[in-house]
């Protein structure tokens, strides 16, 4: 009876310590998600002005530029997958690398050649079990993405755009990553970032707020050259924004059902242990008891 009371002390500490370190890490991700939230306030408004102001420069000035025109047989397609470094997120690097996959088959069943860039240690983790090779990776900053990082996987992906496909070149380029919507929504989400859709989701105009019009100069041609590669950079920081900031919404929520668990299961442990020291107690009493009894019955 002694060793189980033990028993269940030592459990009642093991599960506190855990409890104080799920705890520390829902603050940590709670104080966190405010800024990476401002972040993506901030960084919107930057992306979709952008987006409008080449989607209106490729509108109206006909220009056939690598970045904005169709190939007509698409044979290699780009899939950049946005994941955590670190895991206790729930479901989050699960969901993106679900979505993925769906995209993965979906270009498959079109014919086309699949090639991953990878950014985060969870889907690169993924693909190293299954002995998958991505054609770039990267990690150590899905917390607090920088502009830097967004500006090197750019000029990587425009890089790779923009070579013949002959030569190891893509046709086109997906982005999967988790749009932030509220603290408890982050929804899986693809775009296409290249070749450029003259009108992406949400930035479509509305009825009353159509594309201004621009005059060039020196020319559209060396406008678009200017433009595009902002464009794609700013497009990508925008979902790393995006995805970090769900990333720490999807971990504090973690934590904090894994705070209530240990708090649940210290409760439990406690009355086990409070109903084995009565059980104790009660044992020794009777033997008590006995004792007197047998001691008045042989005298």
Sequence with gaps: MGAQIREYRQRIRTVTATKKITRAME????????????AVRESSPYARALTRAVSAVATFSNEDHPLTTEHEDVRRAAVVIMTSDRGLAGAYSSSVIKESERLVAALREDGKEVVPYLLGRKVIGYYRFRHRDPAAEWS?????????????????????FT???????????????????????????????????????????????????????????????????????????????????????????AMKSATDNAEELIKKYTRLANQARQAEITQEISEIVGGASALAEST
């Excluded at 603050?27 to 401002?38: E, K």
């Design 27 to 38: 603050l940590m991700a709670a104080s966190r998600v405010v800024r990476a939230q401002q």
């Design 163 to 253: 070579t013949p496909t002959d030569e190891g070149g893509i046709d086109e380029v997906h982005v999967v990553f988790t749009r932030f919507v509220t603290m408890v929504t982050q929804e899986p989400d693809v775009i296409r970032l290249l070749p450029l859709e003259v009108v992406e989701g949400e930035e479509a105009p509305e009825d009353d707020d159509l594309l201004p019009l621009y005059s060039f100069e020196p020319g559209a041609g060396q406008v678009l050259d200017a433009l595009l590669p902002k464009y794609v950079n700013a497009r990508l920081f925008n979902c790393m924004l995006q995805a970090a900031a769900s990333e720490l919404a999807a971990r504090q929520r």
């Design 140 to 160: 150590g900053s899905s917390e607090k993405p920088t502009f830097e990082l967004a500006r090197e996987v750019g000029e990587r992906l425009v890089a790779d």
